[in-house]
Protein backbone atom coordinates (compact mmCIF):
# COMPACT_ATOMS: atom_id res chain seq x y z
CA UNK A 1 0.00 0.00 0.00
CA UNK A 2 2.58 2.35 1.19
CA UNK A 3 4.69 1.59 -2.31
CA UNK A 4 1.18 2.58 -4.19
CA UNK A 5 1.25 5.81 -2.45
CA UNK A 6 4.51 6.78 -2.88
CA UNK A 7 3.86 5.91 -7.25
CA UNK A 8 0.51 8.12 -6.77
CA UNK A 9 2.68 11.06 -5.43
CA UNK A 10 5.30 10.59 -7.82
CA UNK A 11 2.67 10.98 -10.83
CA UNK A 12 0.77 13.98 -9.40
CA UNK A 13 3.85 16.00 -9.22
CA UNK A 14 5.17 14.85 -12.60
CA UNK A 15 2.01 16.08 -13.95
CA UNK A 16 1.88 19.37 -11.83
CA UNK A 17 5.73 20.76 -12.37
CA UNK A 18 5.59 21.20 -16.34
CA UNK A 19 2.81 23.54 -15.92
CA UNK A 20 4.38 25.59 -12.81
CA UNK A 21 7.75 25.87 -14.89
CA UNK A 22 8.22 28.62 -17.42
CA UNK A 23 10.89 29.10 -19.31
CA UNK A 24 12.30 32.61 -20.19
CA UNK A 25 13.70 34.23 -23.78
CA UNK A 26 17.27 34.87 -23.29
CA UNK A 27 17.51 38.31 -22.99
CA UNK A 28 20.38 40.42 -25.44
CA UNK A 29 22.96 42.09 -24.39
CA UNK A 30 21.54 45.10 -24.85
CA UNK A 31 18.94 44.89 -22.34
CA UNK A 32 21.33 43.08 -20.03
CA UNK A 33 23.41 46.14 -20.34
CA UNK A 34 20.50 48.24 -19.76
CA UNK A 35 19.84 46.45 -16.63
CA UNK A 36 22.68 47.23 -15.31
CA UNK A 37 23.52 50.10 -16.22
CA UNK A 38 23.51 51.97 -13.12
CA UNK A 39 22.60 55.88 -12.39
CA UNK A 40 25.71 58.13 -13.12
CA UNK A 41 24.39 61.84 -12.08
CA UNK A 42 27.75 63.73 -12.38
CA UNK A 43 28.44 62.04 -16.31
CA UNK A 44 25.19 63.06 -17.54
CA UNK A 45 25.11 67.33 -15.91
CA UNK A 46 28.93 66.97 -17.89
CA UNK A 47 27.31 65.80 -21.15
CA UNK A 48 24.95 67.97 -21.56
CA UNK A 49 25.87 71.11 -19.21
CA UNK A 50 27.39 73.04 -22.40
CA UNK A 51 24.01 71.83 -24.94
CA UNK A 52 21.49 72.20 -22.82
CA UNK A 53 22.36 74.10 -19.76
CA UNK A 54 24.05 77.27 -20.52
CA UNK A 55 22.00 78.39 -23.24
CA UNK A 56 18.93 77.86 -21.59
CA UNK A 57 19.70 79.57 -18.54
CA UNK A 58 21.37 82.35 -20.84
CA UNK A 59 18.04 82.79 -22.86
CA UNK A 60 15.95 82.53 -19.50
CA UNK A 61 18.18 84.77 -17.57
CA UNK A 62 16.95 88.46 -17.16
CA UNK A 63 19.52 91.17 -15.80
CA UNK A 64 19.62 91.12 -11.98
CA UNK A 65 17.67 94.29 -10.91
CA UNK A 66 14.99 93.86 -13.56
CA UNK A 67 14.41 90.12 -12.32
CA UNK A 68 14.57 91.56 -8.40
CA UNK A 69 11.81 94.68 -9.33
CA UNK A 70 9.60 92.06 -11.40
CA UNK A 71 9.76 89.77 -8.47
CA UNK A 72 8.58 92.17 -5.78
CA UNK A 73 5.89 93.52 -7.84
CA UNK A 74 4.71 90.14 -9.04
CA UNK A 75 6.73 86.94 -8.47
CA UNK A 76 4.63 84.33 -10.99
CA UNK A 77 5.48 87.01 -13.81
CA UNK A 78 8.80 86.83 -12.67
CA UNK A 79 9.44 82.92 -12.18
CA UNK A 80 6.82 82.83 -15.89
CA UNK A 81 9.24 84.97 -17.85
CA UNK A 82 13.04 84.42 -15.86
CA UNK A 83 12.37 80.91 -14.12
CA UNK A 84 10.93 77.39 -13.86
CA UNK A 85 8.70 75.88 -10.77
CA UNK A 86 8.43 72.07 -10.52
CA UNK A 87 4.64 71.15 -11.10
CA UNK A 88 4.98 69.16 -8.20
CA UNK A 89 4.93 69.89 -5.01
CA UNK A 90 4.60 73.22 -3.27
CA UNK A 91 8.70 74.20 -4.97
CA UNK A 92 9.39 77.86 -5.04
CA UNK A 93 10.22 79.44 -8.34
CA UNK A 94 13.53 79.26 -9.17
CA UNK A 95 15.21 82.68 -10.57
CA UNK A 96 17.77 82.70 -12.97
CA UNK A 97 19.74 86.48 -13.54
CA UNK A 98 23.02 88.02 -14.92
CA UNK A 99 24.51 90.25 -12.60
CA UNK A 100 27.51 92.29 -12.67
CA UNK A 101 29.35 94.16 -9.83
CA UNK A 102 31.71 94.46 -7.09
CA UNK A 103 32.14 92.69 -4.39
CA UNK A 104 32.33 94.42 -1.30
CA UNK A 105 33.06 91.42 0.94
CA UNK A 106 33.90 87.68 1.47
CA UNK A 107 33.72 84.55 3.66
CA UNK A 108 36.55 81.97 2.25
CA UNK A 109 37.60 80.57 5.41
CA UNK A 110 34.87 78.15 5.12
CA UNK A 111 34.28 75.40 2.55
CA UNK A 112 30.76 76.65 1.49
CA UNK A 113 32.79 79.85 0.50
CA UNK A 114 30.64 83.35 -0.56
CA UNK A 115 30.90 86.59 -1.92
CA UNK A 116 28.65 89.68 -1.58
CA UNK A 117 28.34 91.72 -4.79
CA UNK A 118 26.94 95.18 -4.73
CA UNK A 119 25.30 95.41 -8.50
CA UNK A 120 24.12 99.32 -8.01
CA UNK A 121 26.92 101.29 -7.22
CA UNK A 122 25.70 102.01 -3.63
CA UNK A 123 28.26 100.01 -1.84
CA UNK A 124 25.15 97.75 -0.41
CA UNK A 125 25.28 94.12 -1.19
CA UNK A 126 22.48 92.88 -3.15
CA UNK A 127 23.37 89.59 -3.84
CA UNK A 128 25.37 86.72 -1.99
CA UNK A 129 27.01 84.16 -4.17
CA UNK A 130 28.43 80.96 -3.37
CA UNK A 131 31.58 80.06 -4.79
CA UNK A 132 32.15 76.44 -2.90
CA UNK A 133 34.18 74.49 -2.98
CA UNK A 134 30.59 73.28 -1.01
CA UNK A 135 27.34 74.82 -1.92
CA UNK A 136 23.89 74.76 -0.46
CA UNK A 137 20.75 74.25 -2.65
CA UNK A 138 20.01 72.54 -5.59
CA UNK A 139 18.86 76.41 -7.13
CA UNK A 140 20.95 75.14 -10.79
CA UNK A 141 18.77 71.78 -11.26
CA UNK A 142 15.66 73.17 -10.44
CA UNK A 143 16.03 76.64 -12.76
CA UNK A 144 16.03 73.75 -15.88
CA UNK A 145 12.20 73.39 -17.49
CA UNK A 146 13.52 70.17 -18.87
CA UNK A 147 14.86 68.13 -15.95
CA UNK A 148 11.53 67.02 -13.82
CA UNK A 149 11.27 64.68 -10.71
CA UNK A 150 9.39 62.36 -12.36
CA UNK A 151 11.50 61.88 -15.20
CA UNK A 152 13.47 59.98 -11.91
CA UNK A 153 13.20 56.19 -10.24
CA UNK A 154 13.65 57.69 -6.60
CA UNK A 155 14.26 60.79 -4.60
CA UNK A 156 17.47 59.76 -3.80
CA UNK A 157 18.52 60.11 -7.68
CA UNK A 158 16.63 63.06 -7.97
CA UNK A 159 18.87 64.85 -5.16
CA UNK A 160 21.99 63.21 -6.38
CA UNK A 161 21.46 64.81 -9.74
CA UNK A 162 20.82 68.43 -7.94
CA UNK A 163 23.98 67.53 -6.36
CA UNK A 164 25.66 66.99 -9.44
CA UNK A 165 25.08 70.50 -10.91
CA UNK A 166 26.97 71.88 -8.16
CA UNK A 167 29.84 70.05 -8.18
CA UNK A 168 30.24 69.98 -11.72
CA UNK A 169 30.44 74.19 -11.39
CA UNK A 170 32.65 74.13 -8.80
CA UNK A 171 34.87 71.49 -10.77
CA UNK A 172 34.84 73.83 -13.81
CA UNK A 173 35.27 76.97 -12.92
CA UNK A 174 34.88 77.84 -9.44
CA UNK A 175 37.57 76.14 -7.93
CA UNK A 176 40.03 78.08 -10.16
CA UNK A 177 39.12 81.26 -8.28
CA UNK A 178 41.48 82.91 -6.71
CA UNK A 179 40.40 83.24 -2.46
CA UNK A 180 42.68 86.44 -1.97
CA UNK A 181 41.88 90.04 -2.40
CA UNK A 182 38.73 89.32 -3.54
CA UNK A 183 37.47 92.70 -1.86
CA UNK A 184 36.99 95.44 -4.60
CA UNK A 185 37.18 92.61 -7.35
CA UNK A 186 34.60 92.76 -10.36
CA UNK A 187 32.39 89.71 -10.67
CA UNK A 188 30.63 88.65 -13.61
CA UNK A 189 28.16 85.75 -13.28
CA UNK A 190 24.83 83.79 -14.72
CA UNK A 191 23.07 82.08 -11.79
CA UNK A 192 20.00 80.80 -10.45
CA UNK A 193 18.25 81.70 -6.59
CA UNK A 194 15.14 80.66 -5.09
CA UNK A 195 12.22 83.11 -4.25
CA UNK A 196 11.79 83.24 -1.05
CA UNK A 197 14.36 80.48 0.57
CA UNK A 198 16.18 82.89 2.27
CA UNK A 199 15.27 85.72 4.45
CA UNK A 200 18.31 87.86 3.65
CA UNK A 201 20.19 88.63 0.55
CA UNK A 202 19.13 85.80 -2.54
CA UNK A 203 21.53 83.09 -2.66
CA UNK A 204 22.92 82.89 -5.76
CA UNK A 205 23.97 79.12 -7.36
CA UNK A 206 26.68 80.63 -10.44
CA UNK A 207 26.40 78.51 -13.81
CA UNK A 208 29.21 80.99 -15.12
CA UNK A 209 31.41 83.78 -12.92
CA UNK A 210 34.13 85.58 -13.78
CA UNK A 211 36.67 88.11 -11.91
CA UNK A 212 37.47 91.07 -13.53
CA UNK A 213 40.05 93.68 -12.71
CA UNK A 214 38.41 96.36 -10.38
CA UNK A 215 36.87 99.23 -12.73
Given at each position: ?????????????????????????????????????????DKTVADFWDAKVIPYLTSKSGDF???????????????????????????????????????????????????????????????????????????????????????????????????????????????????????????????????????????????????????
Open positions: MQGKINIAVVLVLAGVMPAACKFERTKTSEEIAAQTTTFNPKTVRDLESADVEAAGAKHGHKEKVGNSPWTLVVRLEGKIISSNTESRAATIDVDGDGDGKADATVQIGPAMRGTALRDSLDFVSFNDFTNQIDYAQFGKAFNTYANKTFLEKIPRDNLNGAQVKLLGTYQHGVSSGLPLISPASLEILAPK
